[in-house]
């Protein structure tokens, strides 16, 4: 069965096509910039490694898709012969709300509750359900599978979703925390459990990158997570500010001359490692920076680790203790600084770790970063969102 994962952002667009028989990745590629003035196109062909990039305008993700479907037939940088060989279609959507606990197939139905959610997620939402009815208009007849960002974390208690607003309105208008990064959220727990030997274990998910979120998981099930109603709360990111003081927006907007809009745009869009460092966005040209004596990119290094660790304390004492922590995302792979920043201070919980490992981690491989004695257990786990995804459609349809 060949799934083709499609993920859109709101000007970008992701794809893959797996073979969920053997779960080999056949081609992955992207679209980014759709809606501006140029758009770029890049396409790989894992097994051959043939690769295929072009500048285009794409003026919507159903033009994008087109262009994508002719490559996926193409006789050099395709894998079919005809485009009826893609057997279903997995997209990644943002938001359940909370009318669903998780994935479901994609119909009239499912599709008018999906748009009822649209002001859950208004920078996402219209993309995602965009490119799912442009893959219907394109792939007649082929089944497709919705899977949420936020559905891992739909067994959170209610206790730890909600916020301490009238009740009232979180009934009217569905306030709360819902959490996202689920699809690598749940696919890091699957893993940590098959190396822990047991589902029965309390599980700290370090997803960092761009975008960062911790999960705290215990039996396999999400018991709370660190971003909210929307990925602005919790962890310093890229770009957002993580968690604030709600009364830094009247302060702010009363000295800048901001609306609402505009703070929501300096929050989500000119803080973080950006704000502060006033490097990059990047974590890589931050820790250059660092090392090359740039206090203000040092600062915001120790505040990203800071806050982790806050999160893993607290975590910690919601579960009753920990089993494992895991690191994944493209931070928490790769970087062996932000790694020790966190979990130097950590003994008392029980980490003995191989500090020599940790700085010659191997990249691409589930890693065990403690010694064999260590209490709780550290890991290294490459997240495979996209493979989440085509298993979920396999198991729907």
Not at 55 to 62: A, C, I, P, S, V
Not at 144 to 168: G, Q
Not at 360 to 365: A, E, L, M, S, T
């Given at each position: 069965?060949?799934?083709?994962?499609?993920?859109?952002?709101?000007?970008?667009?992701?794809?893959?096509?797996?073979?969920?028989?053997?779960?080999?990745?056949?081609?992955s590629?992207?679209?980014?910039?759709?809606?501006?003035?140029?758009?770029?196109?890049?396409?790989?062909?894992i097994?051959?490694?043939?690769?295929?990039?072009?500048?285009?305008?794409?003026?919507?993700?159903?033009?994008?898709?087109?262009?994508?479907?002719?490559?996926?037939?193409?006789?050099?940088?395709?894998?079919?012969?005809?485009?009826?060989?893609?057997?279903?279609?997995?997209?990644?959507?943002?938001?359940?709300?909370?009318?669903?606990?998780?994935?479901?197939?994609?119909?009239?139905?499912?599709?008018?509750?999906?748009?009822?959610?649209?002001?859950?997620?208004?920078?996402?939402?219209?993309?995602?359900?965009?490119?799912v009815?442009?893959?219907?208009?394109?792939?007649?007849?082929?089944?497709?599978?919705?899977?949420?960002?936020?559905?891992?974390?739909?067994?959170?208690?209610?206790?730890?979703?909600?916020?301490?607003?009238?009740?009232?309105?979180?009934?009217?208008?569905?306030?709360?925390?819902?959490?996202?990064?689920?699809?690598?959220?749940?696919?890091?727990t699957?893993?940590?459990?098959?190396?822990?030997?047991?589902?029965?274990?309390?599980?700290?998910?370090?997803?960092?990158?761009?975008?960062?979120?911790?999960?705290?998981?215990?039996?396999?099930?999400?018991?709370?997570?660190?971003?909210?109603?929307?990925?602005?709360?919790?962890?310093?990111?890229?770009?957002?500010?993580?968690?604030?003081?709600?009364?830094?927006?009247?302060?702010l907007?009363?000295?800048?001359?901001?609306?609402?809009?505009?703070?929501?745009?300096?929050?989500?869009?000119?803080?973080?490692?950006?704000?502060?460092?006033?490097?990059?966005?990047?974590?890589?040209?931050?820790?250059?920076?660092?090392?090359?004596?740039?206090?203000?990119a040092?600062?915001?290094?120790?505040m990203?680790?800071?806050?982790?660790?806050?999160?893993?304390?607290?975590?910690?004492?919601a579960?009753?203790?920990?089993?494992?922590?895991?690191?994944?995302?493209?931070?928490?792979?790769?970087?062996?600084?932000?790694?020790?920043?966190?979990?130097?201070?950590?003994?008392?919980?029980?980490?003995?770790?191989?500090?020599?490992?940790?700085?010659?981690?191997?990249?691409?491989?589930?890693?065990?970063?403690?010694?064999?004695?260590?209490?709780?257990?550290?890991?290294?786990?490459?997240?495979?969102?996209?493979?989440?995804?085509?298993r979920?459609?396999?198991?729907?349809?």
């Amino acid at each position: 069965m060949n799934i083709l994962v499609v993920n859109a952002g709101s000007s970008s667009l992701k794809y893959q096509v797996i073979n969920i028989e053997t779960e080999e990745c056949l081609i992955s590629g992207g679209v980014d910039c759709i809606g501006l003035a140029e758009s770029k196109i890049s396409h790989s062909v894992i097994k051959t490694n043939v690769e295929y990039s072009e500048k285009f305008k794409f003026n919507n993700h159903t033009e994008a898709l087109k262009i994508v479907f002719d490559l996926l037939v193409d006789a050099k940088y395709g894998v079919f012969k005809s485009i009826s060989e893609i057997d279903a279609v997995g997209h990644r959507v943002l938001h359940t709300g909370e009318d669903f606990t998780g994935s479901v197939v994609i119909n009239a139905e499912t599709l008018a509750i999906m748009e009822k959610n649209i002001p859950l997620g208004p920078l996402h939402m219209p993309a995602n359900l965009d490119s799912v009815k442009s893959c219907a208009s394109l792939l007649p007849g082929v089944p497709m599978v919705a899977v949420f960002d936020t559905a891992f974390h739909m067994t959170m208690p209610k206790h730890a979703y909600m916020y301490a607003i009238p009740y009232e309105d979180y009934k009217q208008y569905k306030v709360r925390r819902y959490g996202f990064h689920g699809t690598s959220h749940k696919y890091v727990t699957g893993v940590a459990c098959e190396l822990m030997g047991t589902k029965n274990c309390k599980i700290i998910n370090c997803h960092l990158g761009n975008g960062s979120s911790i999960s705290a998981v215990a039996d396999g099930k999400c018991q709370d997570t660190s971003m909210g109603l929307t990925p602005l709360e919790g962890l310093v990111m890229g770009t957002r500010s993580g968690d604030i003081d709600p009364a830094c927006l009247e302060v702010l907007m009363d000295k800048k001359g901001m609306n609402i809009h505009e703070m929501l745009d300096y929050l989500n869009k000119k803080s973080g490692f950006l704000g502060i460092s006033g490097v990059s966005s990047d974590a890589r040209s931050v820790q250059q920076a660092a090392e090359a004596g740039n206090e203000r990119a040092e600062l915001v290094l120790a505040m990203a680790a800071y806050r982790v660790k806050k999160y893993i304390g607290s975590y910690t004492a919601a579960l009753g203790g920990v089993d494992c922590i895991v690191f994944t995302g493209g931070i928490g792979e790769n970087s062996a600084d932000t790694r020790e920043r966190i979990l130097k201070d950590l003994t008392y919980l029980g980490i003995d770790m191989d500090w020599d490992l940790n700085e010659k981690c191997p990249r691409k491989q589930n890693v065990e970063l403690t010694k064999p004695n260590s209490k709780v257990k550290v890991f290294v786990i490459p997240t495979n969102e996209e493979l989440v995804i085509a298993r979920e459609t396999r198991d729907l349809i």
